[in-house]
C-alpha cells in the first residue's frame, strides 16, 4: 500500500535517526527479504557501515553504506510493497509488534534499532552496487522529484495505448503512484480512469498533472493516508484519509459534487470514481 507520499514520510523520519549512524548489529530472520542474497552474507555486507544518505525513488528507499577506508558503496534498497514498514526505535524502548511479522532488525551504535516489519512479506531489502541500481529502481518520471506538468506528461502518455488508470499505474512511466493516488488525481483532474489516453487534450493532460502532483504534495503534508498497516518511521498514522476524495469511499457523496461514489474494475484493480465528476 505504501505510495510515494507514504515512502517520502518514512524517508524523512527515518533521517534525522540513521543519518551518520553506524549498524553495529544485524539479524535477518526470514530468507524471502533479501533476495537472491543469503541471510548470512547480508549481515556480513552491512555490519560496521554508516548510513551516508537516504533516499527515493517512486516507491523505493535506498541507504547509502559506504565502507570505511575507500571500499565498495553498496546500497540497500527498500521496497515495503503491501504493508511493509520500517520503525526507528530509540534505546530501551520496546517493540511491540508480532515477532512472526519482524523480518530484519539493525542495532545501531550507540543505541536504537531500525526495525523492518511486514505482516504479508512481500517486501524486501536488497543489496546492490551502483551499477545495479538501473534494474531494480524504476525508470518513470517522478513527479515530486523530477516535477511535472501538463507538457511532459503528454511526452509520456499521448502515445501509449491503454486507459488512464492503467498507465497511471505503470512505473516505468510514472513512478510513485498507486491505486489511492491514481483514484484521486484522477478525480481531480475530472476524468474518468477508463478512459483512453490517446483522446486526450492539452488542458486534459494540464488538469491531469496538476491532479497528480497536488494530491501527492497534499498527501505529503499530512504525512500519508494510514488506511490499515501505514505507519511512519517514527510509528505515527497519516492523517490524509480523511481528505480522499473518492477512493474507500464506494456509496458516499463524492466530496466535490455530493454523487454517489462509484467503484469499477479496471485494469485488474478496484477504481473509484464519481459518474458525474468524471463523465466517460
Known sequence: MPELPEVETIRRSLEPHLLGR????????????????????????????????LWRRGKYMVFDLPAAEGGVLLHMVCH???????????????WEESPAHTHAVFRLRGGGRLIFHDVRKFGRLLLAR??????????????????????????????????LKALLLRQDLLCGLGNIYADEALHRAGLHP?????????????????????????????????????????????????????????????????????????AGRTTAFCSRCQRP
Open 194 to 266: 477508463a478512459r483512453s489516453a490517446a483522446g486526450l487534450v492539452e488542458a486534459d493532460f494540464s488538469r491531469l498533472a496538476v491532479g497528480i502532483v497536488s494530491v501527492l504534495e497534499e498527501a505529503l503534508a499530512f504525512r500519508g493516508t494510514t488506511l490499515l498497516d501505514y505507519r511512519s518511521g517514527d510509528g505515527e498514522k497519516g492523517a490524509f484519509a480523511q481528505y480522499l476524495r473518492v477512493y474507500g469511499r464506494c456509496g458516499r457523496p463524492c466530496r466535490t459534487c455530493g454523487a454517489s461514489v462509484e467503484t469499477i474494475r479496471v
Open 80 to 94: 515495503l510493497r503491501m504493508t511493509g514498514r520500517l520503525r526507528y526505535l530509540p534505546p530501551r524502548a520496546r
Open 22 to 53: 553506524t549498524i553495529a548489529a544485524a539479524e535477518v530472520r526470514h530468507a524471502h527479504v533479501t533476495g537472491g542474497t543469503a541471510r548470512r552474507d547480508f549481515v556480513a555486507a552491512v555490519v560496521q557501515r554508516s548510513v551516508a544518505r
Open 130 to 163: 551502483a551499477e545495479d541500481l538501473p534494474s531494480l529502481l524504476p525508470s518513470g518520471r517522478d513527479p515530486v522529484l523530477d516535477g511535472l506538468d501538463g507538457r511532459a506528461l503528454r511526452q509520456i502518455l499521448a502515445a501509449r495505448r491503454g486507459c
